[in-house]
């Protein structure tokens, strides 16, 4: 099945800070989402984002469907936007909406 | 989250014992998912449903069964719990067509001795 690596698996920024965090997969994708899991262990979709760039707010984020990639860049970070960030993508050859997701990356904000 | 809530939040059951894991929704929602999220680890699906009376398996199945009698509840059982199947389950659920997760429950985190 395909793969899912992301990177770095843990991030520690003063609030205020940019940050970059990057998906790599293994195969062809029709379907690549970002998900923010809070402290408290609550998932919540970011983005929907299987090519081209989307934004939202301080969070945006930029797939690069034919090099495999994905990054979601968070700018002056605030102390909330700890926790830990999953890249989630369905391969061309699965049907559905059936998710792999990669290890995440445990970011820390500190004030 | 208002719009899917999974019971129990919490539950502790000794090596053997049987459970159901209820996830409810509000949405009107086709697709649901029920994942399950070790220490350190992404997210595995176990089984998923497109809808009401239709169930699949998906990576990590064995040791689960799952019931979609009617569209808003997708039931997670385990007959005889083991060790390994301590963990974190959470339940999903998709509008049909969109190809987004839209909505995740808080969680069951689950004990096994």
């Known amino acids: 099945g395909i793969q899912v690596e992301q990177s770095p698996p843990d991030l520690i920024l003063q609030e205020g800070a940019n940050s970059t965090l990057r998906c790599n997969f293994s195969d062809s994708v029709n379907n690549l989402q970002w998900f923010h899991q809070n402290p408290w262990g609550q998932l919540i979709n970011l983005f929907y984002i299987p090519s081209g760039t989307k934004q939202n707010g301080r969070l945006s984020a930029t797939t690069v469907a034919t090099e495999r990639y994905s990054l979601l860049y968070i700018s002056s970070s605030q102390t909330t936007d700890s926790g830990v960030y999953f890249c989630?993508?369905?391969?061309?050859?699965?049907?559905?909406?059936?998710?792999?997701f990669g290890e995440g990356t445990q970011l820390t904000v500190n004030p | 989250n208002a719009g899917v809530t999974q019971t129990p939040k919490f539950r502790v059951l000794k090596t053997g014992q049987s459970m159901t894991l209820l996830c409810a929704q509000d949405m009107n929602h086709e697709y649901m998912y029920w994942y399950r999220q070790d220490p350190g680890m992404g997210l595995r699906l176990i089984h998923y449903?497109?809808?009401?009376?239709?169930?699949a398996k998906g990576e990590v199945p064995d040791g689960y069964n799952v019931s979609r009698l009617k569209k808003q509840n997708f039931l997670l059982g385990l007959e005889s719990a083991a060790p390994s199947q301590t963990s974190v389950y959470f339940c999903?659920?998709?509008?049909?067509?969109?190809?987004?997760?839209?909505?995740f429950g808080a969680g069951t985190r689950l004990s096994v001795l």
């Open positions: 989630a993508v369905v391969g061309m050859e699965t049907s559905g909406s059936r998710l792999t």
């Open positions: 449903s497109v809808g009401e009376g239709t169930t």
């Open positions: 999903a659920t998709e509008r049909a067509g969109t190809g987004i997760i839209q909505y």
